[in-house]
């Protein structure tokens, strides 16, 4: 059974560094073709895709983010971890990760999300 | 690479609901779909244009030509009154649409 569940601050303010950490199981991330992506979406908005982190360490960010964005993982603890800088009101959302069906790019498995808000 | 859906669809209780997803030859990309309720995670109810996961009701199919992906909802029922997002994976990002509010009357 795969689950997946999303934790960090609730609360940030402008400019911060947000950390969140994703914590996984019922798969590995070193199992080829494995990956896990993050994703977050504004109150009353559209979903939005931020990264993916595949088994075999390599990254995707989305264009319009990747200069605030870094994926990471921690094999050992079942984790990965999205940081993003230079936090702006904008960027309050309920922020999501998901598991990656396998060979397709569609997520089948996703964490129940977390609530960051953005206010000095 | 830029999904369209139209932000609202109504449909009467039982009757069946279409739900489109225009994009430049979508017809050539695999569209995704995900049914959200109002609080909780999306859930994937269709994969690879036309397929459903496990525990997902026949009632949902999706097709996928030309410039449009549809998502249909036979038999609608009450529980179905959710956001409704495509999705693709383009130039190596995954896309999503703007979504669609479906209303059960």
């Known amino acids: 059974q795969i689950t997946l569940k999303e934790s960090g601050p609730t609360l940030v303010k402008p400019t911060q560094t947000l950390t969140l950490t994703c914590t996984f199981s019922?798969?590995?991330?070193?199992?080829?073709?494995?990956?896990v992506g993050w994703f977050r979406q504004p109150p009353g908005k559209a979903l939005e895709w931020l990264a993916l982190f595949y088994w075999d360490d390599d990254k995707r960010y989305s264009p319009s983010l990747k200069s605030r964005l870094a994926i990471t993982k921690d094999t050992s603890k079942n984790q990965v971890v999205l940081t993003m800088t230079n936090m702006d009101p904008v960027d309050t959302a309920t922020y999501y990760c998901?598991?990656?069906?396998?060979?397709?790019?569609?997520?089948?498995?996703w964490g129940q999300g977390t609530l960051v808000t953005v206010s000095s | 690479y830029e999904l369209t859906q139209a932000l609202s669809v109504s449909v009467a209780l039982g009757q069946t609901a279409r739900i489109t997803c225009g994009g430049n030859?979508?017809?050539?990309?695999?569209v995704h779909w995900y049914q959200q309720k109002p609080g909780q995670a999306p859930v994937l109810v269709i994969y690879?244009?036309?397929n459903r996961p496990s525990g997902i009701p026949e009632r949902f199919s999706g097709s996928n030509s030309g410039n449009t992906a549809t998502l249909t909802i036979s038999r609608a029922q009450a529980g179905d009154e959710a956001d409704f997002y495509c999705q693709v994976w383009d130039s190596s990002t995954v896309v999503f649409g703007g979504g669609t509010k479906l209303t059960v009357l």
């Open positions: 998901a598991h990656r069906g396998e060979g397709w790019y569609y997520f089948d498995y």
């Open positions: 030859s979508i017809g050539s990309k695999n």
């Open positions: 690879k244009d036309s």
């Open positions: 019922g798969f590995s991330l070193s199992t080829n073709g494995v990956t």
